[in-house]
């Protein structure tokens, strides 16, 4: 079982940068790649960011590559999604979820755990 807690959202304006943390519980939390999703209101949940289990890969939604950075510390158990270029349709609940298999799982469906989520609102 592995536990989730996002923290690092807040109001930024257009342009602005923001860091993300979700710090992990559990043991196995090395073997699990890892992802971050988005919900905007009235839109559905959308992928932003995977990280294979060592960290060397990553993968991006169109949207936020060359902005986001994703990446994991596995010795403090935490993983990072840095956003630079904020944008007002980055706008949303942030939320890291982990995966028991795969190696850059890009569906939500894939992934076993999720966070609670943090929000994430850019002014322009």
């Known amino acids: 079982q592995v536990q989730l807690v996002e923290s690092g959202g807040g109001l930024v304006q257009a342009g602005g940068s923001l860091r993300l943390s979700c710090a992990a519980s559990?043991?196995?939390?090395?073997?699990?790649?890892m992802g971050w999703f988005r919900q905007a209101p009235g839109k559905e949940r959308e992928f932003v960011a995977a990280?294979?289990?060592?960290?060397?890969?990553?993968y991006y939604a169109d949207s936020v590559k060359g902005r986001f950075t994703f990446s994991r510390d596995n010795a403090k158990n935490t993983v990072y999604l840095q956003m630079n270029s904020l944008k007002p349709e980055d706008t949303a609940v942030y939320y890291c979820?982990?995966?028991?298999?795969?190696?850059?799982?890009?569906?939500?469906?894939?992934?076993?755990?999720w966070g609670q989520g943090t929000q994430v609102t850019v002014s322009s």
């Open positions: 979820a982990a995966a028991q298999r795969g190696h850059l799982p890009r569906g939500q469906y894939e992934y076993d755990y």
């Open positions: 559990g043991r196995t939390f090395t073997t699990y790649p």
């Open positions: 990280i294979s289990v060592s960290g060397v890969n990553t």
